[in-house]
């Protein structure tokens, strides 16, 4: 989708600090960190939310928590994380397209 913003990103029309790519996602470095570690999985195709998931883009999705796995590892804090996907507006998520947030790197108590 031309207008939306991971899109965008994820075809390097707009850069950002990514920690791990390959040709089905991409993991960056969040603008607003919430967490001293604080990245996006994105995947490169437009999938606007995990209630969207298809039955044939379920690789997809498992392969964004591989490369949760992976970044996590490069960022230092392979075994201790909190991975969030808001669903819908309602649930406070601002970019409609699928994607999922690893924080890590301070002890994490909260549910968001």
Same mark, same amino acid.
């Given at each position: 989708?031309?207008?939306?913003?991971?899109?965008?990103?994820?075809?390097?029309?707009?850069?950002?600090?990514?920690?791990?790519?390959?040709?089905?996602?991409?993991?960056?470095?969040?603008?607003?960190?919430?967490?001293?570690?604080?990245?996006?999985?994105?995947?490169?195709?437009?999938?606007?939310?995990?209630?969207?998931?298809?039955?044939?883009?379920?690789?997809?999705?498992?392969?964004?928590?591989? +490369? +949760?796995?992976?970044?996590?590892?490069?960022?230092?804090?392979?075994?201790?994380?909190?991975?969030?996907?808001?669903?819908? +507006?309602? +649930?406070?998520?601002?970019?409609?397209?699928?994607?999922?947030?690893?924080?890590?790197?301070?002890?994490?108590?909260?549910?968001?």
């Amino acid at each position: 989708m031309a207008d939306c913003i991971f899109c965008q990103i994820g075809s390097g029309k707009i850069p950002a600090e990514v920690v791990f790519q390959d040709e089905t996602v991409m993991v960056f470095k969040d603008i607003h960190p919430k967490a001293p570690v604080h990245v996006l999985i994105i995947p490169k195709k437009h999938i606007s939310s995990a209630a969207d998931v298809t039955k044939e883009e379920l690789p997809i999705f498992a392969h964004m928590l591989e +490369a +949760a796995n992976i970044a996590a590892k490069k960022e230092d804090i392979p075994s201790a994380y909190k991975l969030v996907i808001n669903t819908g +507006a309602s +649930a406070g998520q601002v970019v409609m397209h699928l994607h999922m947030h690893l924080l890590g790197g301070k002890k994490i108590t909260s549910i968001v």
